[in-house]
């Protein structure tokens, strides 16, 4: 029943996103399970730094991170995934009562919870199956307890600047937060954005092609996959990477009762991944009622774990 629910979802996505003057896809229909192991593969990739530029900050930052959660504090996790990231910072947060993973994949959250919970037995773990991205009913015993949020990743970067203040005002109106720990990717020389975005492996061509192959598998839609190639483009305000499907001729698919016109050269949107700056991440921190308290950068300051509080 569920798998219907989903596919109830992608398919009105599709057809909405399809159906607008500028063609787009959301970027959460990405990770079936293909595309969740190429995202794993481009993780690796020596283009795409943010993974691992953002793992050493964590890793030389454990200690202080943690210490942001006080004394039988909560850290609260928004699309923790498998919570790789946290590790570090709950085995340095001996001091933590509880962790709070959320995700919108149930079965994903549950296996996570159940290794996490034989990994750090003294750790009370209290999963929540929820989507980040709105409203979230934290478990109720947490509720009163003080609780620092953690959102690694720069998957804030999906998010368009109204959708990225309303999240993190939300979170700031959580009864007893006390701190927000963001992970950003920075504005950097766009020839190395570009190529995080368009490696020459070709892996993150097949992630963003995969979209049409999801819809061909799950929603019964007939994209040739073959008659779309992976662009990339920079755009400075807001300055982001975007990434775009684009049709290599005039050409229909049929996607439910309806029926897609592509002209030849046409594209689909189907990421934006925002690059932030000191002050423009000094700004979203503002606007959302946090205060910018610390910035941990790598060496090369191409990508920062932001504390806010
Ligand atoms: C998982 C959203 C952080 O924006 O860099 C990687 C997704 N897209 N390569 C990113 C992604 C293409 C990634 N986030």
Redesign the pocket.
């Known amino acids: 029943m569920k798998d219907l629910a989903a596919n109830a979802d992608l398919l009105a996505d599709a057809i909405a996103g399809l159906t607008a003057p500028q063609k787009s896809l959301p970027?959460k229909w990405f990770y079936d399970r293909r595309g969740s192991d190429l995202?794993e593969q481009?993780t690796g990739l020596p283009e795409?730094y943010?993974t691992r530029t953002e793992a050493a900050i964590l890793r030389d930052h454990a200690d202080h991170l943690a210490g942001v959660v006080p004394p039988g504090g909560a850290l609260v996790e928004l699309g923790s995934g498998a919570s790789v990231k946290t590790r570090r910072l709950l085995t340095a947060g001996g001091h933590f009562g509880a962790y709070v993973p959320i995700d919108i994949s149930e079965e994903f959250l549950m296996a996570t919870a159940a290794d996490l919970c034989l990994r750090y037995p003294r750790l009370s773990i209290r999963p929540v199956v929820a989507d980040f991205t709105g409203p979230v009913d934290l478990p109720l015993d947490v509720i009163t307890t003080a609780k620092v949020a953690f959102f690694p990743?720069?998957?804030i970067?999906?998010l368009d600047p109204a959708e990225a203040v309303a999240l993190l005002s939300r979170v700031r109106n959580w009864p007893g937060v006390e701190g927000f720990i963001l992970g950003v990717?920075l504005v950097k020389p766009v020839g190395q954005l570009i190529a995080a975005?368009d490696d020459s492996a070709g892996v993150?061509s097949e992630?963003n092609l995969n979209i049409l192959s999801r819809l061909n598998n799950e929603v019964h839609a007939d994209f040739d996959v073959d008659a779309f190639r992976h662009d990339v483009r920079w755009h400075d305000d807001p300055a982001r990477i975007e990434?775009h499907l684009v049709s290599s001729k005039a050409q229909t698919v049929t996607l439910g009762d309806h029926v897609i016109t592509f002209a030849k050269g046409e594209s689909i949107h189907t990421?934006s991944?925002r690059k932030y700056t000191a002050d423009t991440l000094a700004d979203l921190a503002l606007k959302s009622g946090w205060t910018l308290a610390e910035t941990l950068m790598d060496a090369d300051a191409r990508f920062a774990v932001a504390v806010l509080r």
Do not use: H, L, R
């Open positions: 970027p995202f481009i795409y943010p990743g720069s998957t970067g999906n990717d975005y993150t992630f990434m990421e991944c």
